[in-house]
C-alpha cells in the first residue's frame, strides 16, 4: 500500500515535481524512461520489510540512473530515503556488507555526475552522503529497540515461570497444611470414640481418605514443578468443591454447600483459585471454629464466580478465626489469608476477610472466570 501512494503521488500534481534532486545536471522533459525510472524507485518499496536489500538495490540504481540522465525530480526519489531506513530496520543478513556496497554505489555515482558536469562539489556530495547515512542509522536504532524490547518480554516470560513455580510453592503449602490438619483433628478425634469400635473405623477410613487426596494432590502439583513451558498451565486442576466440604464433614465440622447459577467453563487458575479461597477457609474453620456451623456459598454469574465461607461465632458474639489483618504486614511467600488476596487480586478480582457483625469470621472472593482481566 505504501509503495501504491507513493507511485501514484510521482504521478499527480503538484507532488509529482517534488523530490531529491542530486546532480543538478540540465534538466531533460519527461520521457518514457523517466516515468520507467520513476517506477523504478517507487515499486520496490512494496518489498522493503521482506527484502530490504533488493530492495534498496533496485531503488538506488534507477535513483543513480535518474539522476546521471537528468530527468525531471520526482517524489519517488524519497524511496531511496525509505529504502536506506528499512535496510537498517528490517536486514538480518550481511548488515555490515549492504551499507558498503550501498556506500560503494554513491561513489560511483558522485563520480559519474561530476565527469557529467555536475556542479556539485566533495562537500556537496559528503551532506547528501550525511542525510543517507542518517536514514540507515534511524533504521538500526529502530531495530535496535526492538531487539530489546523482544528480550525484554523473553525475561519477563522467565520471571512469569518463575512466579508460577513460586505460586505451586505455595500450592504444596496450602495442600500439607489441610491435609494434614484435617488428619491430626481426625486421629484426636479417634482418641475419645476409642471404646467404639465401629465410630473408630469411621475415623480410620476418614483419615486413610484424607492421606490419599494429599498424596494426589502432591504428586499433581510435583508433576507441575517438573513441567517446562507453558505445559504447566494446561494442565487440569479439578476444584473439587464438595470434595472439600466433605472432607471437613468428616473432621467432625458442620458444612453445609450451597451453589447458586451453573458452573462456567473456567480458567484453571480462576479454578485453583476459586479451590484454594475454599479450603483455606475451611482449614481454618478446623482449626479455629472447630464444631460451629461453617457455610460455603458459590454464587456463578457470567464473568464471575463469588465465593463467601462464613462461621458461626460464640454465644457471646466473639470471632473465632485469628486472622491476618487487612492492613497487616505482607507475609512472605503469600500464605494463608494474605496469600488469598493476593491470588484473587492477580486475577483481577476482589477479595474480603474479617469478623462478621453477629460474630463469626467471613472469607469472600470474587473471582473472574477467565482468569486476569
Known amino acids: ?50 527484502w530490504p536489500a533488493l530492495c534498496l538495490a533496485v531503488a538506488g540504481t534507477s535513483f543513480a540512473v535518474h539522476e546521471s540522465l537528468g530527468c525531471p525530480p520526482t517524489f519517488a526519489s524519497l524511496g531511496l530515503y525509505v529504502a536506506l531506513y528499512s535496510v537498517g530496520a528490517h536486514q538480518e543478513r550481511l548488515r555490515r556488507v549492504v551499507p558498503l556496497a550501498a556506500t560503494g554505489g554513491y561513489v560511483v555515482l558522485c563520480v559519474v555526475l561530476h565527469t557529467l558536469g555536475s556542479p556539485n562539489g566533495l562537500t556537496d556530495y559528503l551532506v547528501y552522503y550525511m542525510a543517507l547515512a542518517a536514514m540507515w542509522a534511524l533504521g538500526v536504532l529502530v531495530r535496535e529497540r526492538r531487539g530489546h524490547e523482544a528480550e525484554r518480554r523473553l525475561l519477563s516470560a522467565r520471571a512469569a515461570v518463575a512466579a508460577e513455580r513460586s505460586r505451586m510453592a505455595r500450592e504444596l503449602h496450602d495442600v500439607v497444611t489441610h491435609h494434614v490438619t484435617a488428619m491430626v483433628v481426625q486421629a484426636g478425634a479417634a482418641q475419645y470414640v476409642a471404646e467404639s469400635p465401629g465410630r473408630v473405623g469411621e475415623a480410620l477410613v476418614a483419615i486413610n481418605g484424607t492421606g490419599r487426596r494429599a498424596l494426589a494432590e502432591l ?19 479439578p476444584g473439587r468443591v464438595p470434595d472439600l466440604v466433605e472432607q471437613a464433614r468428616a473432621s467432625g465440622q458442620p458444612v453445609e454447600l450451597v451453589e447458586d447459577g451453573e458452573q462456567p467453563d473456567m480458567a484453571i487458575g480462576a479454578h485453583l483459585t476459586v479451590y484454594r479461597v475454599v479450603q483455606e477457609s475451611l482449614t481454618n474453620a478446623v482449626k479455629y471454629a472447630a464444631g460451629r456451623r461453617t457455610l460455603v456459598r458459590l454464587a456463578h454469574t457470567p464473568g464471575w464466580t463469588d465465593v463467601e465461607v462464613t462461621t458461626a461465632g460464640t454465644a457471646d458474639g466473639t470471632c473465632e ?27 483481577g478480582g476482589e477479595f474480603a476477610s474479617g469478623p462478621r457483625p453477629e460474630g463469626g469470621f467471613r472469607v469472600y472472593a470474587r473471582v473472574p472466570t477467565g482468569g486476569a482481566v
Do not use: C
Open 1 to 50: 500500500m505504501f509503495a501504491f501512494i507513493v507511485t501514484v503521488l510521482s504521478f499527480v500534481a503538484p507532488l509529482s515535481r517534488i523530490g531529491a534532486q542530486f546532480g543538478a545536471l540540465p534538466a531533460r522533459d519527461a520521457s518514457v524512461a523517466s516515468v520507467l525510472l520513476t517506477l523504478g524507485q517507487a515499486l520496490p518499496l512494496a518489498v522493503r520489510t521482506r
Open 219 to 237: 504428586r499433581f502439583l510435583l508433576g507441575v514443578l517438573e513441567a517446562t513451558g507453558d505445559s504447566a498451565s494446561r494442565t487440569p486442576m
Open 321 to 347: 478465626v485469628a486472622a491476618p489483618r487487612d492492613t497487616g504486614p505482607h507475609v512472605p511467600g503469600g500464605r494463608g489469608l494474605v496469600g488469598l488476596r493476593e491470588r484473587v487480586e492477580m486475577l
